[in-house]
């Protein structure tokens, strides 16, 4: 046997032995192997071995068959039989062999890299965010920005430079700006809300106290005169900044717009004006007008134009109607008047005439049926056609009403002339018999009675009276 090959296969037993460790002690090795090692330093077995710079002490050898070998080892984080290969990333030391020798524990590490652990497992992996552990369920110091017992959980977003404590997720070292209190800043400075605190609550929340999500003032507003959620609107019938000021008594349901006053649900009947503050036109119908202008919605009987401050155009319109912007009857006309070509109401319908129109023309055969609206006669010529003679009914009526009136007018004459003869003769006979008395009462001879003549009292000339009546209403 010669003597390179001893050499081999004695380097074989010391790889088989000891090459798990990566690098033995040379006074842990045989006398054997510390004499091949020997020779091989000074050159007894040397072959010519390039690129040792990651073996132990930069040494290797190629003791057979052209084979560099690591003679000490390789140093931290390589492995191999020259040492040309990396470890895990999570390994200090692992194992050397690396395809020259068999060897299935070549990437188990030995030693774990800082925030590594060996635990249960030889791949020297913590959990996620763990910078270092004692196992894969309990880490020691977790990365910034993370705490709990495996580094799970994230640090409140608001902490100074992201450090919490790992216990609890405590800001240690404060809050990353002003506007963020509390141990774990995740509350707003009083007066702000919003998830970055950026946004401020309304002045009128009670103690300047708003919802961080979402503004709401959730201690009520500062005073009774603001309303709402967020106390930005003023209680009904008051307005202004401070909600200080009073809407109009005008406005419908007591309320105004809080910016300026305006009437928002409109004006109380009568009433217009951004304010409700200026009166509607008496003309308008139930005193409604539009808000903005005044302008009449609709207008009384007989009135027209936007503020309804004219009268129609005729006073005989229909139901006194007119249209609006023109004053015209154009609905139509009142009694027996017509529209003109004017389109007002003052023509006349057919066979009628007068200021009214009620009174039948005088004569019924007009042409058209139609004649003067003040005279009443025919405008055009009558009829040709039209029998002109006289109405025999008319005539005959014409005739007794005469004889009658005559016979009435005799009757009347006679009984005055007869009343007036009876009075005179009654007068006479009372002359007389006044005389007879006296020529009775001088007279010294033989007293001889007078006989007078009968006496007309006032009974007897009424019952004649009354009997004349008779015969004249006999007559009649």
Same mark, same amino acid.
Request: charged share 20%.
């Given at each position: 046997?010669?003597?390179?090959?001893?050499?081999?296969?004695?380097h074989?037993?010391?790889?088989?032995?000891?090459?798990?460790?990566?690098?033995?002690?040379?006074?842990k090795?045989?006398?054997?192997?510390?004499?091949?090692?020997?020779?091989?330093?000074?050159?007894?077995?040397?072959?010519?071995?390039t *690129?040792?710079?990651?073996?132990?002490?930069?040494?290797?050898s190629d003791?057979?068959? !052209?084979?560099?070998f690591?003679?000490?080892?390789?140093?931290?984080?390589?492995?191999?039989?020259r040492?040309?290969?990396?470890?895990p990333? +999570?390994?200090?030391?692992?194992?050397?062999?690396?395809?020259?020798?068999?060897?299935?524990?070549?990437?188990?590490?030995?030693?774990?890299?800082?925030?590594?652990? *060996?635990?249960?497992s030889?791949n020297?992996?913590c959990?996620?965010?763990?910078?270092?552990c004692?196992?894969?369920? +309990?880490c020691?110091?977790?990365y910034p920005?993370?705490?709990?017992?495996?580094? +799970?959980?994230?640090?409140?977003?608001?902490?100074?430079?992201?450090?919490?404590?790992?216990?609890d997720?405590?800001?240690?070292?404060?809050?990353?700006?002003?506007?963020f209190?509390?141990?774990?800043?995740?509350?707003?400075?009083?007066?702000?809300?919003?998830?970055?605190?950026?946004?401020?609550?309304?002045?009128?929340?009670?103690?300047n106290?708003?919802?961080k999500?979402?503004?709401?003032?959730?201690?009520?507003?500062?005073?009774?005169?603001?309303?709402g959620?967020?106390?930005?609107?003023c209680?009904?019938?008051?307005?202004?900044?401070?909600?200080?000021?009073?809407?109009?008594? *005008?406005?419908?349901?007591?309320?105004?717009?809080?910016?300026?006053?305006?009437?928002?649900?409109?004006?109380?009947?009568?009433?217009?004006?951004?304010s409700?503050?200026l009166?509607?036109?008496?003309?308008? !119908?139930?005193?409604?007008?539009?808000?903005?202008?005044g302008?009449?919605?609709?207008?009384?009987?007989?009135?027209?134009?936007?503020?309804?401050?004219t009268?129609?155009?005729?006073?005989?319109?229909?139901?006194?109607?007119?249209?609006r912007?023109?004053?015209?009857?154009?609905?139509?006309?009142?009694?027996?008047?017509?529209?003109?070509?004017? !389109?007002?109401?003052?023509?006349?319908?057919?066979g009628?005439?007068?200021?009214?129109?009620?009174i039948?023309?005088?004569?019924? !055969?007009?042409?058209?049926?139609?004649?003067?609206?003040?005279?009443?006669?025919?405008?055009?010529?009558?009829?040709?056609?039209?029998?002109?003679?006289?109405?025999?009914?008319?005539?005959i009526?014409?005739v007794?009403?005469?004889?009658?009136?005559?016979?009435?007018?005799?009757?009347?004459?006679?009984?005055?002339?007869?009343?007036?003869?009876?009075?005179?003769a009654?007068?006479?006979r009372?002359?007389?018999r006044?005389?007879n008395?006296?020529?009775?009462?001088n007279?010294?001879v033989?007293i001889?009675?007078?006989?007078?003549?009968?006496?007309?009292?006032?009974?007897?000339?009424?019952?004649?009276?009354?009997?004349?009546?008779?015969e004249?209403?006999?007559?009649t």
């Open positions: 046997m010669s003597i390179a090959n001893c050499i081999g296969r004695n074989r037993r010391l790889v088989q032995g000891y090459g798990n460790t990566g690098y033995q002690p040379l006074e090795m045989t006398l054997f192997a510390r004499l091949i090692i020997m020779l091989t330093l000074v050159g007894v077995v040397s072959g010519e071995c *690129n040792c710079h990651r073996c132990v002490d930069d040494t290797c003791p057979v068959n !052209n084979i560099c690591c003679v000490y080892g390789c140093k931290p984080g390589y492995r191999g039989d040492c040309l290969h990396d470890c990333e +999570q390994c200090y030391t692992c194992g050397r062999h690396y395809g020259w020798i068999n060897d299935p524990t070549y990437e188990i590490c030995y030693e774990c890299k800082y925030g590594y652990h *060996n635990g249960s030889t020297c992996l959990p996620i965010n763990c910078q270092q004692t196992s894969t369920t +309990q020691t110091l977790c920005g993370w705490h709990g017992t495996t580094c +799970q959980s994230s640090c409140p977003l608001n902490c100074k430079d992201q450090t919490c404590r790992k216990s997720g405590m800001c240690t070292d404060g809050c990353s700006s002003s506007s209190v509390g141990d774990y800043c995740n509350d707003c400075k009083s007066g702000l809300y919003g998830d970055n605190c950026h946004l401020i609550c309304s002045t009128n929340c009670k103690d106290t708003c919802r999500s979402d503004g709401v003032c959730i201690n009520g507003c500062s005073s009774s005169s603001f309303v959620d967020y106390c930005n609107d209680k009904s019938g008051l307005y202004g900044d401070n909600c200080h000021l009073i809407c109009s008594t *005008n406005c419908k349901d007591n309320t105004c717009r809080k910016s300026d006053g305006y009437c928002t649900s409109g004006c109380r009947n009568g009433w217009y004006g951004t409700c503050n009166q509607c036109s008496f003309f308008c !119908n139930e005193s409604e007008c539009h808000q903005d202008d302008v009449c919605y609709e207008c009384i009987s007989g009135k027209y134009k936007s503020y309804c401050e009268d129609c155009k005729s006073d005989t319109c229909l139901y006194n109607k007119c249209e912007n023109s004053g015209l009857c154009t609905i139509g006309c009142s009694g027996n008047l017509i529209l003109g070509t004017d !389109n007002l109401c003052q023509a006349c319908k057919a009628k005439y007068g200021s009214t129109c009620d039948d023309c005088i004569s019924q !055969n007009c042409k058209n049926n139609k004649c003067d609206k003040i005279t009443g006669t025919c405008i055009d010529e009558q009829e040709t056609t039209a029998d002109t003679s006289p109405d025999i009914s008319f005539v009526g014409w007794f009403g005469g004889c009658a009136f005559t016979v009435n007018v005799a009757l009347v004459i006679y009984i005055c002339y007869k009343r007036r003869h009876t009075t005179t009654e007068t006479k009372e002359t007389e006044n005389d008395e006296v020529a009775y009462i007279t010294d033989e001889v009675a007078v006989q007078p003549e009968q006496v007309i009292t006032y009974e007897d000339l009424k019952r004649r009276t009354d009997a004349e009546s008779s004249y209403s006999v007559i």
